[in-house]
């Protein structure tokens, strides 16, 4: 933990109602929070807690239906602020990397074409990094002109890894991304993103259900019915409660 | 490093069939739409060359049936109509008449021609004016008369092969028992030539007994002049008849628009068919991609980046079918040149589809147009897709 380093994301009072059907369904209900820079935080909570909803809300892919969102001290959403979509894909694009459980490679399209994708739509000037490089630390330069198709399930997440890092974005973002993956595949992208925090001081909001992957994080919070449950105690203190263990580093490595 | 462009072109390589069913569907209406555009050109065109070859553009006919051919055709040459020679200096009068060519046509019965007979018809012209007039013609064998008086025949190339006679050879007048000596076979031209047995303007004259008369006065009009001041002057004639051969082509012109209007209707229905493939094609494979679109958003893709990609899509799908149309359009043009003969009444003898750069071009600006405007839909909903839909359809 950094306490001294500057607040990258800031959340007060975000709540977001859903009408589903002739039912309104809160799903994240008056969320305050704040991430500092270099925090590798982990959401969980049962299923329909909110989580999916919250990081969402958090990477400015959904819009709140009340309080305030402010990235870097900047207000997006809240204030009565009505943004326009371009604004808002200018905002994530320069501040955001996604990873999804589905990793959604685009089939026709090599690794490499894949993983260079972003560059067809955007070029974080000065600061993109170079693809081969991060294929490399994602041990995937044998694989650069396969099509996903021929890859393993852990495989083409770490190629949907390398495509949200070649902007190299302040935040990354990540839901479920180990939800369609087994243990030992899970466990290399807990690894992953573990570096990525650690040795790059990358800022990691990660949703997960899975106890293991919670623990490669620094921060843990919970939610329950679209609330964050008291952050007692510092993370490994809860972790113990959830019976979530930070896993020992397998093998040191310079990233990036 | 990968372009949209790219990603949409190999986006076309994911469903290859539907892509090829699509660009088939473009071909086709690619190919009726030059192939039509070509023939509109060609017609027009073929139909000129046919005029032209005529050699003059105003023809005078004793009054009666102007259609004097049509009339030796149907009454064997009974219902031919005549007129005094005098009338030829009358004409010459005009400023505007360049040259002018006396003819007679004469017909008689032949018993020995085909199965029941038939009719042999004559053409007496003028050796000083006619050939001169008709420069455009070739002989395959031979050379015109030179002597108005001379019992001598030049034959059109199909009535030669019809009657089996070359240069040397005689040729007997059926009822009249004249024989004319063959001195000129004319190769083939496209026209009503072919058929023609010409002869001497005043040995046919004595031979069916029509001293000083004419059927027609074949009159070449200055280019610069007026012609349709010059025709009504030629009506003040008395006892005629003014067929101009611009009248002539502007009747066949309007007889062919009809065909050409539905023809028309037809390949607009085959583009509007085309189209909606094309929506359709474009509009499924958004569909099956919102969530791939989504992931682009978030990717940073603005709405007008995926706009474009749709649209690259539908343009490169429209290019490729486009193209195939127009090399069907051209490699096929014989065979629809052989089609439209068989469907229309009357066709010129030159090439129906001419297809140029010109022609080419505007169908392909066409097809892209089509192409822009059928991809304006797809690419509208493709740019409207919200990052989350590519999320929310994961659930919980």
Redesign the interface.
């Known amino acids: 933990m950094k306490p001294r380093s500057p607040i990258v994301l800031e959340a007060r009072d975000l709540t977001k109602v859903y009408t589903r059907g002739s039912e309104q369904v809160t799903a994240v209900d008056g969320v305050s929070l704040q991430v500092r820079q270099g925090e590798f935080l982990a959401f969980v909570g049962p299923s329909g807690s909110g989580k999916t909803t919250l990081i969402n809300l958090l990477g400015c892919l959904d819009n709140p239906t009340s309080g305030t969102l402010a990235l870097g001290g900047r207000i997006v959403f809240g204030d009565g602020k009505n943004i326009s979509e371009t604004r808002l894909t200018r905002i994530r694009r320069q501040t955001f990397g996604y990873i999804f459980q589905k990793f959604y490679l685009v089939p026709t399209l090599t690794v490499i074409e894949n993983v260079t994708l972003p560059f067809a739509f955007y070029r974080k000037e000065g600061s993109m990094r170079d693809p081969l490089e991060v294929l490399r630390f994602l041990g995937l330069e044998k694989r650069i002109n396969h099509r996903p198709g021929e890859l393993s399930g852990g495989e083409m997440q770490r190629v949907a890894i390398a495509r949200a890092l070649v902007n190299n974005p302040e935040i990354i973002l990540a839901d479920e991304p180990t939800g369609n993956l087994d243990s030992a595949r899970s466990r290399e992208i807990g690894q992953i993103l573990r570096d990525l925090n650690e040795e790059d001081g990358r800022t990691i909001l990660l949703v997960t259900h899975n106890p293991d992957m919670a623990g490669v994080a620094q921060r843990v919070v919970e939610l329950r019915d679209g609330r964050l449950a008291p952050e007692a105690g510092s993370p490994k203190a809860k972790a113990r409660r959830m019976r979530i263990r930070r896993p020992s580093r397998l093998k040191p490595k310079r990233i990036l | 490093?990968?372009?949209?462009y790219?990603?949409a072109y190999?986006?076309l390589?994911?469903k290859k069939t539907r892509s090829a069913l699509t660009v088939i569907g473009i071909a086709l209406s690619a190919w009726v739409l030059v192939s039509l555009l070509g023939f509109n050109r060609g017609y027009e065109s073929a139909l000129n060359k046919d005029i032209d070859n005529m050699g003059f553009q105003v023809l005078v006919a004793a009054k009666g049936c102007p259609y004097e051919a049509a009339t030796l055709m149907l009454k064997g040459g009974t219902g031919l109509r005549y007129m005094k020679q005098s009338v030829v200096g009358e004409i010459l009068k005009h400023p505007e008449v360049e040259k002018v060519t006396p003819m007679l046509m004469a017909a008689v019965f032949d018993p020995n021609k085909g199965e029941e007979g038939g009719i042999s018809g004559y053409l007496g012209v003028d050796p000083a004016t006619f050939p001169a007039m008709k420069s455009f013609l070739k002989f395959k064998q031979g050379r015109w008369f030179t002597d108005t008086e001379a019992r001598e025949a030049v034959i059109g190339y199909e009535a030669a092969e019809l009657e089996q006679r070359e240069v040397g050879d005689t040729l007997l007048i059926p009822e009249k028992n004249v024989e004319l000596k063959v001195v000129g076979i004319l190769s083939r031209s496209g026209t009503q030539d072919d058929g023609t047995i010409f002869v001497p303007l005043a040995a046919l004259q004595k031979i069916f007994d029509k001293k000083g008369e004419l059927t027609g006065v074949g009159i070449k009009v200055d280019k610069r002049a007026n012609m349709a001041a010059l025709e009504q002057k030629l009506y003040d004639l008395p006892d005629v008849q003014v067929v101009s051969l611009a009248q002539v082509k502007q009747t066949i012109m309007s007889l062919v628009s009809t065909a050409k209007v539905m023809v028309l209707s037809i390949a607009l229905i085959a583009i509007l068919i085309a189209m909606v493939g094309v929506v359709n094609t474009i509009l499924m494979s958004v569909y099956e991609r919102f969530?791939?679109i989504g992931?682009?958003?978030?990717?940073?893709?603005?709405?007008r980046?995926v706009f474009r990609m749709i649209w690259v899509e539908t343009v490169i799908l429209c290019l490729l079918g486009g193209g195939l149309g127009i090399g069907l359009g051209l490699g096929m043009s014989k065979l629809t040149d052989l089609l439209i003969r068989r469907l229309l009444p009357y066709t010129p003898t030159g090439s129906l589809i001419q297809i140029n750069g010109r022609l080419t071009l505007l169908t392909v600006a066409a097809i892209v147009v089509i192409g822009l405007v059928s991809g304006l839909y797809p690419a509208w909903r493709a740019s409207r897709v919200?990052?989350?839909e590519?999320?929310r359809a994961?659930g919980?």
């Open positions: 490093m990968i372009s949209i790219q990603v190999k986006n390589l994911r969530q791939e992931i682009l958003k978030s990717m940073g893709a603005m709405p980046d919200r990052p989350l590519s999320i994961e919980e």
